[in-house]
């Protein structure tokens, strides 16, 4: 199965139906306030991972039940439930894949697939219990899972083989020593303009407002973007630094992010000056 991913990841032939579902997807999810709230960016998190415990949560249930006697209007209503619910998570899923690379979302239309035909199955299953039809139902109901299972599979592989919307950035924390490390001298650092140092090789970026200074890791949590290369806008009444990239952004004052495809934050780092000079340490 890992070779068979493997290949996935590479096959361009999946890129003609790939580029032009991204191009409905992005053509129909327009306003971008609707992408970031279905990136998660209000929570600080993707999204799309909460919502199918619902979906996955329902349909293990009913299949629970459908081995045991005397449960099948509980397991037709779970069905229903996980039906109904996977629809705004592969909304959510959806897009998520829009705003990957061209490999993660070769594998993404993979994953696609697979929850659709589960998705597929289910509806059937439960179209065959509403009609009487348990026995159908149950058959629909295994296939389905099994469909789903398949998927979620995938979706493993994209995530933790791919990276695909986690935090590409908080693993340069662990290459970074403990104890301070020194920066730049205060009156070297200007105000209000992005600038770029190194922390044992670990890219940060600084920011100065006034006395205050924010010290933030510089890859981009989306798709490791340099955020030093970035613009720096007033987005909601704070300064954010906006990725070159794909246009995640972030708040320099905290690091929320306020803008997606990413859904998560970006670490800050704590600061002091000594003697004139600006240091940073792990959080």
Request: glycine fraction near 12%; aromatic fraction near 4%.
């Amino acid at each position: 199965m890992r070779a068979l991913l493997t290949r996935v990841e590479q096959d361009s032939r999946l890129d003609r139906v790939g580029d032009r579902l991204q191009r409905a997807v992005l053509g129909t999810l327009r306003p971008r306030r609707l992408r970031d709230l279905l990136h998660g960016v209000t929570l600080g998190h993707p999204l799309h991972p909460a919502m199918v415990q619902v979906p996955v949560g329902s349909w293990i249930s009913a299949a629970v039940l459908d081995l045991m006697p005397g449960q099948r209007r509980a397991a037709t209503m779970l069905v229903g439930l996980g039906t109904v619910s996977a629809l705004p998570a592969a909304v959510t899923g959806l897009n998520d894949w829009a705003a990957l690379s061209r490999d993660q979302r070769r594998v993404g239309l993979v994953h696609a697939a697979a929850n659709g035909v589960g998705l597929t199955l289910y509806a059937g299953s439960l179209a065959a219990r509403l009609a009487g039809r348990h026995g159908v139902g149950r058959t629909l109901g295994m296939l389905g899972l099994s469909a789903a299972s398949l998927g979620a599979y995938i979706g493993g592989h994209l995530a933790y083989k791919q990276g695909a919307q986690v935090n590409q950035s908080i693993s340069e924390l662990h290459r970074m020593s403990d104890g301070w490390h020194s920066l730049v001298d205060m009156t070297a650092l200007p105000q209000r303009t992005l600038m770029t140092r190194e922390v044992d090789d670990v890219s940060v970026i600084l920011y100065r407002h006034g006395d205050e200074v924010t010290v933030m890791l510089e890859r981009c949590p989306h798709q490791s973007g340099p955020l030093g290369e970035g613009e720096v806008q007033e987005i909601d009444g704070h300064a954010c630094v906006v990725c070159p990239w794909h246009g995640s952004a972030f708040r320099l004052n905290g690091g929320e992010v306020v803008q997606g495809p990413s859904g998560n934050d970006q670490q800050i780092l704590p600061t002091r000056v000594q003697n004139g000079v600006l240091q940073t340490r792990l959080p």
